[in-house]
Structures are given as C-alpha cells and as structure tokens.
C-alpha cells in the first residue's frame, strides 16, 4: 500500500476498463446472450446491456442463479471465457484516442490505474490486445479483490487506497451507471464518457443522465483538457455536457 503522506496529493485518474479504455461491451454483452441462448435462457442484447453492464462476474452469476433459475456453473463459465477471448483476440479495439490520452495524462505527472469489474486475467489480456497494458501496468484493480463489487465503492475506494490518494482527490472515469453510482458512494468525482459503441442502446444515455455525473464526455481526447479544468477548480458540481 502507498505512504500515507501522499493522502493529500493527487488527482488520481481511475480508470474503468470496458468501454472506456478498450469498446469490449458489445462483444462481452454477444458472447454472453448467445451462451445463454445455448442454454435456454432468452435474454435480448438490450436486456443484458441493463443487467449486466459495468457489473462484476459475480453479479452475472447471482442474477441467473435467483431470477433465471439457471447455475452457471464451472464449464459454462470456461466455454464464456474462451470464447470471449477469442473474439478479443480478433476484434477488440482501443477507444479512439485512449493511448494519446494515457500519453497526455503522464507528460503532467498524473497517477493512473485502472478499476474494472472484470477479471485481473481479462483486463490484462484487453490491455495487451488493444496495446496499452504497458501505459497502466502495475496499477490494476479488479472487482475479485473487494468484498462488494460495483455499484457498491468498494473497488474504487480500494484503489485509491493502494495508490495513497484521497477519494475526494480522486476522478473516476467510466461509462456504466453502476460505476457512476459507485464512485459517487466513494465520494469521488465522477467523468461519465459516452463514446463507446455501446452507447447507441436504447436508454443507455438516458440513465446516464438521471445519475448526474460530474461531466459527460463523449471523446477521450478531450480528457486531458477537463482533467485540467478540474484541477483548476472550473469543473463545478454540477451535471455539464462536453459534447
């Protein structure tokens, strides 16, 4: 864990990892419904995108054990593994823009890591596919190292924990209502970003709005200069739109 003394320092940038640093969400939210499909559980795209989206394995689970009636057990989850891997390995891509970003973000000495949901295992394989493990690495955090995963803010507050950042010093960047929700129970500020292809689900933006983050986005190259005017105190508390 970091020295205490570096409490005060900061702004820590935390990053989610799907859907903000690699557009995964459609490919996790296909491979999942189709596996589902397999085993009779009709579940649309839509559907998954509301339950699921920004949610721990665990959550998954416990969803389709107690509403679905449906165990997803050991070799389900292999068989999902493997072949969301595959589909990575073929068709996952950075958001535009990210790699200049985390580039732009280490030229002002700004800590970073990330905070996902997923899998230690599965971040670190997205990260590398996409070509940016090397600009985040040593500094990931997973939902498997917390009791609670999000919207709960166990995970964030973690990380900042182990990076010796005060969560009020801290920006959480994320795309899913139940990240918002979590860095907001962390009492961190939050920098909502819409430029996934995941976006276009119907009521996507809608429930991002109700929850007023501090700020939405919708190009990651403009990260830099908000990051900035929040130092500077002009970000304010208020819901704003950078789009």
Do not use: W
């Amino acid at each position: 864990m970091a020295d205490k003394a570096l409490l005060n320092s900061g702004p820590l940038v935390i990053f989610d990892c799907d859907g903000v640093l690699v557009d995964s969400e459609p490919l996790s939210v296909r491979v999942l419904v189709e596996a589902l499909n397999r085993h009779g559980i009709d579940m649309a795209e839509e559907e998954a995108y509301q339950r699921f989206l920004g949610r721990s394995l665990a959550t998954m689970r416990q969803v389709m054990d107690e509403e679905y009636d449906f165990h997803t057990g050991p070799e389900f989850l292999e068989t999902l593994r493997l072949d969301l891997y595959d589909l990575f390995k073929t068709d996952l891509q950075p958001i535009d823009g990210i790699a200049e970003t985390l580039d732009a973000l280490a030229l002002l000495n700004l800590p970073r890591c990330v905070a996902s949901s997923s899998q230690p295992e599965r971040i670190r394989l997205s990260l590398s596919i996409t070509g940016i493990l090397d600009k985040l690495e040593p500094h990931i955090f997973s939902a498997s190292m917390v009791k609670n995963g999000k919207p709960a803010p166990d995970l964030f507050l973690h990380a900042a924990e182990q990076m010796g950042i005060a969560p009020a010093n801290c920006i959480v960047i994320e795309d899913s209502p139940a990240g918002i929700e979590a860095a907001q129970r962390a009492g961190m500020s939050v920098f909502a970003f819409t430029g996934g292809s995941h976006a276009c689900v119907p009521g996507y933006r809608e429930r991002i709005d109700e929850l007023a983050p501090d700020l939405i986005f919708d190009a990651m190259p403009d990260l830099l200069h908000l990051v900035k005017n929040h130092m500077e105190g002009r970000g304010g508390k208020s819901s704003q739109r950078a789009v």
